[in-house]
């Protein structure tokens, strides 16, 4: 038995191992993905912006009744940023005076329409594909890459210029183009992937379990793919839109009497000197959906990567502290 006065002393001896910083780990109360949204004021913006044209896409052509087919030759190519004709023309009229903000508004929703379904069935069928190769590996593995080799040696737009030329431009036809030529880029990333992790330990411990592979593909593989995955489809989402922009601006994509901001720019060219706003509102509408975007899908990457993401919650002072600076040689 020790004394107290034994159990005193060690109890006032002091510990020999240093104290530990507190280092940013999953423990460390890491806030979640909407609290580091609204703490990245890009990201915030970019966010706010995608879901207001989203909306816009969603609800405003209700609220627009006929506006963006009425005609009123008498209000032709107003200038825009002027309240003397009614709030309807603020953003100026066309050739055949149609009110450009309700064409706008209108042109979201069939531009959305279809890069919106072309990008969610080339992510689905590519990430499908893609993990069930690079999990099972041998002649699928290799069949899979040498189709997808195949598909990626036509540029996409070129083959959706001849297919669209072949058969009627409709926008179902776009959407099945657009998302067979884009399907590769999914299924060689999920493919990668894939590969990586079916070596993994947590997936050999699965697999000695008795665990069958379609489960464990579904319960181990995918929730791990899908971050890098949907940052993917982010940034497949405006090269998309830039696509169809381009079919409609070349005449082969959207058709009259159906409105979208890249036929909105072809049919306002030859009236660039006279109604600048013809081209500039839609082609401005494009730029800002794809820098938002963009700077989206940026964000996106380091805040599901479980290796990064701890940047996104550190203060701006204290990550700019860890950073180490280079002394500077005389």
Request: charged share 15%; hydrophobic share 50%; net charge positive.
């Amino acid at each position: 038995m020790t004394s107290p006065v034994t159990q005193g002393a060690a109890q006032e001896q002091p510990s020999s191992q240093p104290p530990t910083r507190n280092a940013p780990n999953a423990r460390d109360g890491q806030p979640g993905l909407f609290r580091l949204l609204l703490k990245d004021r890009f990201a915030s913006v970019a966010a706010f912006i995608l879901l207001l044209v989203g909306l816009t896409a969603l609800v405003g052509p209700a609220l627009m009744g006929d506006l963006a087919t009425k005609q009123n030759l008498l209000f032709a190519n107003k200038a825009p940023f002027t309240m003397a004709h009614g709030w309807e023309y603020f953003l100026g009229s066309d050739s055949l005076g149609r009110s450009m903000l309700a064409r706008l508004v209108v042109a979201s929703r069939t531009t959305l329409s279809v890069a919106l379904p072309a990008v969610a069935a080339a992510l689905l069928i590519g990430s499908l594909w893609g993990v069930w190769a690079g999990y099972h590996r041998g002649w699928r593995e290799n069949v899979s890459m040498r189709i997808a080799d195949v598909i990626m040696s036509f540029p996409s737009l070129l083959l959706a210029v001849v297919v669209l030329y072949v058969f009627s431009p409709s926008a179902a036809n776009i959407v099945l183009i657009l998302a067979l030529t884009r399907i590769p880029i999914y299924l060689r990333t999920a493919r990668a992937e894939s590969a990586e992790l079916q070596s993994r330990t947590f997936v050999d411990a699965a697999r000695t379990f008795g665990a069958k592979p379609n489960a464990i593909i579904g319960r181990h593989v995918i929730p791990v793919v899908l971050p890098t995955l949907l940052t993917l489809a982010t940034l497949e989402f405006c090269y998309v839109m830039l696509a169809e922009s381009s079919l409609s601006f070349l005449g082969i994509g959207i058709q009259p009497p159906d409105v979208s901001w890249g036929l909105m720019v072809s049919q306002g060219r030859q009236y660039l000197q006279t109604a600048w706003w013809l081209s500039i509102f839609p082609g401005v509408a494009i730029v800002i959906t794809t820098i938002a975007a963009n700077v989206l899908a940026a964000w996106l990457r380091i805040a599901t990567d479980p290796a990064q993401r701890w940047r996104l919650a550190l203060p701006r002072q204290r990550l700019i502290a860890r950073i180490p600076v280079k002394e500077a040689q005389p």
